[in-house]
């Protein structure tokens, strides 16, 4: 982590060790060679002077959580063609930029890369991590603000997104728990079987996934199931004013997951969405009630 460094002490700390991911949250403005990052008052990188740097440092992912990064500079009221910083960063070999088009708020933008980061850390092409937290954004605010749309990804045609590899294959892992992190206090759940007689299957450290293959914490078979179907897990996440924290459903399969809503059954495909205790889902033709100890149940 650097607190506004220098140009050259940035320089030093990116060619020290091999860094997969350039994190930027800062000041700068838009120019036709990528704008200009503000790293202090007295200290400024240009989009030009930046991407030479990362890409001779081998960064693959770009990220900038400023309102500027993916917007053009202005000529005589027109938009400068591939001038953005992403563009321009593109343009020099970085394989991917995530850039915000407009202003967006701390704590969306916050909701915003805690999902992504996680996503990541699971191993999730940049694509698909882009594609979930937007989704996060989505169903945190639904359509009354603009959030989920802010966020622009770039990604050069030849590069395949995958940021993670297994470790077998020798690339560094991004850490499942970092030293400073607080570990959440995570209330017991598990699912029911709707139409079977059993206790359910509990979800044990706050996570639980689904699906046809037995490498899933809950293996179900049968039409409609997909190998790898869904996962239900607990997070706390950013919200205007504080702190949010509840399990979340996301869908991966191919043909979605039922949730029954006021007496009818909605299609989650593809989705990530909050869940409450007293949940019915179907997974296939698998119906199970989703139950958090110590909750009063939906409905």
């Given at each position: 982590l650097l607190i506004q460094p220098t140009p050259s002490e940035l320089t030093a700390y990116l060619e020290s060790k091999h860094y997969n991911v350039l994190f930027y949250s800062g000041h700068g403005m838009p120019g036709p060679d990528g704008g200009m990052l503000y790293l202090r008052p007295e200290a400024t990188l240009n989009g030009t002077e930046?991407?030479?740097?990362?890409?001779r440092c081998r960064i693959k992912l770009a990220v900038f959580n400023a309102c500027w990064g993916a917007q053009p500079d202005m000529r005589d009221g027109y938009p400068i063609p591939r001038s953005s910083l992403a563009e321009v960063l593109i343009h020099h070999g970085v394989p991917a930029v995530l850039a915000m088009r407009d202003t967006i708020a701390d704590h969306e933008a916050l909701s915003f890369i805690q999902v992504f980061a996680r996503s990541l850390s699971e191993r999730l092409p940049i694509d698909e991590a882009v594609a979930v937290s937007r989704q996060h954004l989505l169903t945190l605010y639904r359509f009354n603000q603009p959030a989920w749309t802010l966020p622009v990804l770039y990604m050069h045609p030849e590069?395949?997104?995958?940021?993670?590899?297994?470790?077998?294959?020798?690339t560094t892992e991004m850490p499942e728990s970092p030293?400073?992190?607080v570990e959440p206090n995570i209330p017991s759940a598990s699912l029911r079987p709707l139409e079977t007689a059993g206790s359910g299957w509990p979800i044990h450290g706050g996570r639980m996934r689904i699906g046809g293959l037995d490498t899933n914490d809950l293996v179900l078979r049968g039409a409609g199931v997909s190998r790898q179907h869904a996962e239900i897990f607990y997070r706390d996440c950013a919200i205007e004013g504080g702190m949010k924290s509840g399990y979340f459903l996301r869908d991966f399969s191919r043909y979605g997951t039922l949730m029954l809503m006021d007496n009818r059954w909605y299609r989650i495909h593809r989705q990530e969405i909050p869940?409450?205790?007293g949940t019915r889902l179907c997974f296939g033709t698998h119906r199970v009630e989703f139950l958090v100890d110590?909750?009063?149940r939906v409905g």
């Open positions: 930046l991407a030479q740097l990362l890409t590069f395949d997104g995958e940021l993670l590899r297994s470790p077998l294959e020798g030293s400073n992190w869940l409450q205790s110590g909750t009063d």
